[in-house]
């Protein structure tokens, strides 16, 4: 049920109340495909395998979709399923790809870690940590290359700013001023690490500084904040600035991975940051600011209810993939129209 907030007169906000409706629904919709998602994976055992949920860090998801445009491009790590919802991913082709069936948006062969959705540019779900930030700076290369204006967004975890690639990257990226925002989407925790016990740099936005990278540091609860700081980056990189780093501290209230049993943190912590939830603070700002009621609030809810059970039906209708699939996608068809003889 949704809290009543008490207000003698509307607050007013810099964000329209459209910006504020989509916010909500946007990271709804992504904390309960994880929540029902968990629960086929715990209760059921329907979903197997490694499952990375985003409970807690859906600003991030949030504002980085309104401070960009459909033709940019998203790239990331195994911690997917929110990133490739917000780009456009269809949420039927996300559960049937946890599920393992032929209509998953990786045809039921990368499960949770390797979603994909390049006809709305989001570019994986990249299971080895690390990997996908050379990937992004190509991708943004590319970009470069076709002319375009389009900026890619690469997202990694306070882990990955630990392989030696992303030294690498940001050389060359710096070098040829690419157009990528590099978005560390720092949870305090590598696995059960936390980022004091793995680094003497502590503030991951200062790695930029070798490289004379712009960098700045961002509140990853508030979407208002996300959406500012990459609405900045974003337009450096479409007027040819080059890259930013982008160190957004969020937290996430799930284990690293569904069977992590957390013994490393707190209750306490973790129910700290919940006082915070990106969620609430946005739902807050919608009935003070007199945006919405209840009753709109309970609309949305039962919609982003009804796209989710309507998700579970269609996995657990799709059929498996066939046998003949197994050898398929593993290695460049010899008819790629890019390979020259």
């Not at 779900?125 to 290359?145: D, K, N, R, S």
């Not at 978005?183 to 016990?197: K, L």
Request: one cysteine or more; proline letters at 3%.
């Amino acid at each position: 049920m949704v809290e009543k907030t008490q207000t003698a007169k509307p607050k007013s906000t810099k964000f329209s109340k459209e910006t504020y409706l989509y916010w909500y629904e946007l990271m709804q919709l992504i904390r309960q495909f994880e929540l029902m998602a968990e629960e086929k994976y715990k209760m059921d055992g329907k979903i197997r395998g490694f499952f990375h949920a985003y409970v807690g860090q859906e600003a991030i998801a949030a504002g980085c979709m309104t401070a960009t445009r459909p033709e940019d491009l998203f790239i990331t790590a195994y911690r997917d399923h929110g990133l490739a919802i917000s780009k456009g991913v269809s949420v039927n082709s996300c559960m049937a790809e946890l599920y393992g069936k032929a209509t998953g948006n990786s045809k039921g062969k990368g499960g949770s870690m390797h979603f994909f959705g390049k006809d709305v540019n989001f570019w994986g779900g990249h299971g080895i940590v690390g990997a996908q930030i050379g990937t992004g700076a190509g991708l943004a290369f590319a970009e470069q290359y076709r002319g375009t204006d389009n900026v890619v967004l690469c997202f990694f975890g306070d882990g990955a700013a630990r392989q030696g690639i992303l030294h690498e990257t940001f050389n060359l990226a710096m070098l040829w001023k690419l157009p990528v925002i590099f978005i560390c989407e720092n949870n305090n925790y590598a696995m059960g690490t936390s980022v004091e016990r793995s680094s003497n740099v502590i503030d991951i936005y200062k790695l930029a500084d070798g490289y004379e990278m712009p960098a700045d540091t961002i509140d990853g609860m508030s979407a208002e904040a996300v959406h500012d700081g990459v609405s900045r980056a974003v337009k450096r990189a479409r007027e040819k600035g080059g890259p930013t780093l982008l160190e957004i501290k969020t937290y996430r209230y799930k284990g690293h991975s569904i069977s992590d049993p957390q013994k490393y943190r707190s209750k306490e912590e973790v129910e700290e940051y919940k006082e915070k939830d990106p969620i609430q603070q946005v739902l807050k700002t919608i009935l003070g600011s007199g945006f919405a009621k209840e009753s709109d609030i309970k609309a949305i809810d039962d919609r982003v209810g009804a796209i989710v059970a309507e998700s579970v039906k269609f996995a657990e209708e799709s059929p498996w993939p066939d046998d003949s699939e197994v050898l398929k996608d593993v290695y460049m068809d010899k008819d790629y129209p890019f390979i020259v003889d």
